[in-house]
């Protein structure tokens, strides 16, 4: 038991070297571009719902979900800002599933800063009362006494997270999807304290031992979700029965299905879905 807690323990420390040396590139790479860039950005809200990410597409990929949730939706309600957030990191403090709320809380917090500066700076211009939505991911290997990665997952390969799992009793893991949000009224005075509140959804399943399929992205290749949520697939729900998320997109490409088994039972799609129903309809039906 001890020689097995030692090897994951070693796989830890691993992972930790492969995060800070992935970090130092990073800020490299950041420092290199703010030298090369000597002008500042006028971000521009389109709509009044907005996703905060690097990914220019996330607008349009989240309203994909919406109208499947609800196909009375329109297909331009939400549009994407790409701020630069600081990547924070967990402080080892407490349990990494209350550290992984809290960074998504200060992702938001910082984004709300950056909001009112620029209003007030004339860098920013929005059409009225705003939703801001910030969106994060962790993995949980359940196995680990520490239930690692977490939110450091981005910086884990899937061949690290087999390589943790194998070093466990159990290759039971856990996925987590999480949407902070907040709202900004141009004109009304914006206090420097700001409400923010989270939304969370999550799915359990298993590690595979090896990396399988080609579609997705990170964990899809190694994550086997639990039966139950293949429930939510109806008759269909067999042929995925044991595959990862990676498999499932390359047997729906295959079959040319318009809708993907794994965007309908992910994390991030319970989590939307919950977004959708309990703050974004909530919201438009004030404006």
């Known amino acids: ?33 703010e030298k090369m860039s000597g002008q500042e950005q006028v971000y521009t809200c ?3 719902v907005v996703m905060v990410s690097g990914n220019k597409n996330k607008g349009n990929e989240m ?10 939706q329109l297909s331009n309600m939400m549009s994407t800002i790409g701020l630069d957030l600081k990547e924070v990191q967990p402080r080892g403090k407490g349990e990494l599933s209350e550290e992984a709320k809290e960074i998504t809380y200060e992702k938001a917090r910082e984004c709300y800063e950056i909001v009112k500066k620029s209003m007030e700076s004339g ?24 239930k690692g990665p977490g939110p450091l997952v981005k910086f884990s390969s ?30 009304e005075k914006n206090e420097s304290m700001v409400t923010i509140k989270l939304v969370e959804g999550s799915c359990t399943g298993e590690i595979a031992t090896e990396e399988r399929g080609n579609g997705g992205f990170h964990w899809d290749k190694i994550f086997i979700i639990d039966d139950e949520y293949l429930e939510e697939l109806g008759e269909n729900s067999k042929k ?23 965007d309908l039972i ?9 977004l959708y129903n309990e703050v974004i309809k909530v919201f438009l039906s004030t404006k």
């Open 123 to 146: 860098e920013m211009k929005m059409k009225g009362r705003t939703l801001f939505i910030i969106e994060d991911s962790s993995f949980y290997v359940l196995g680990l006494d520490g």
């Open 158 to 187: 899937a061949k690290a997270l087999i390589q943790m799992a194998n070093g466990c009793e159990s290759r039971k893991a856990k996925a987590v999807a999480q949407f902070a949000y907040f709202t900004y009224d141009p004109d």
């Open 266 to 274: 992910s994390a991030r799609r319970i989590a939307t879905k919950r």
């Open 46 to 48: 389109e709509t009044n």
């Open 1 to 33: 038991m001890k020689k097995k807690r030692f090897e994951v323990v070693k796989k830890e420390i691993k992972v930790i070297k492969e995060i800070k040396e992935i970090k130092e590139i990073k800020v490299k790479k950041e420092k290199k571009s």
């Open 240 to 262: 995925y029965k044991g595959l990862t998320f990676s498999e499932m997109i390359d047997l729906d490409k295959s079959n040319n299905e318009k809708n993907m088994a794994k």
């Open 63 to 72: 309203c994909s979900i919406f109208r499947q949730i609800d196909p009375s």
